[in-house]
């Protein structure tokens, strides 16, 4: 069964830091450009960071520029996303995605595989 499986998520103090993991199961995620979406309550889905196949390239949207990292271990095919300096606005459901191509990493319908997502709760 090809699946991906979010975990990581929970309630963090503004300020405060979490790592997201996502791991595949049932194909390799070494062919995949990786995308971390997130989805707030009441907003549409939106894209927050991805990577290229090799992790040698990365986008992320500008709200989390110079706080959240993105990264990859293709040997144990998983993808990271490393938050730091969390806000209120972080708060959303985090989904990771495969697709194909880097310059569609944002297009949520260029995605071949999603998870089902990890609430992340930023509240004091």
């Known amino acids: 069964q090809l699946q991906l499986v979010e975990s990581g998520g929970g309630l963090v103090q503004p300020g405060g830091s979490l790592t997201l993991s996502c791991a595949a199961s049932g194909f390799t995620l070494d062919d995949y450009v990786m995308t971390w979406f997130r989805q707030a309550p009441g907003k549409e889905r939106e894209g927050v960071s991805c990577?290229?196949?090799?992790?040698?390239?990365?986008n992320y949207a500008d709200s989390v520029k110079g706080r959240f990292t993105i990264s990859r271990d293709n040997a144990k095919n998983m993808v990271f996303l490393q938050m730091n300096n969390l806000e209120p606005e972080d708060t959303a459901v985090y989904y990771c995605a495969a697709g194909w191509i880097q310059a569609l990493c944002f297009d949520q319908n260029a995605m071949d595989y999603w998870g089902k997502g990890t609430l992340v709760t930023v509240s004091s």
């Open positions: 990577i290229s196949t090799n992790g040698r390239t990365t």
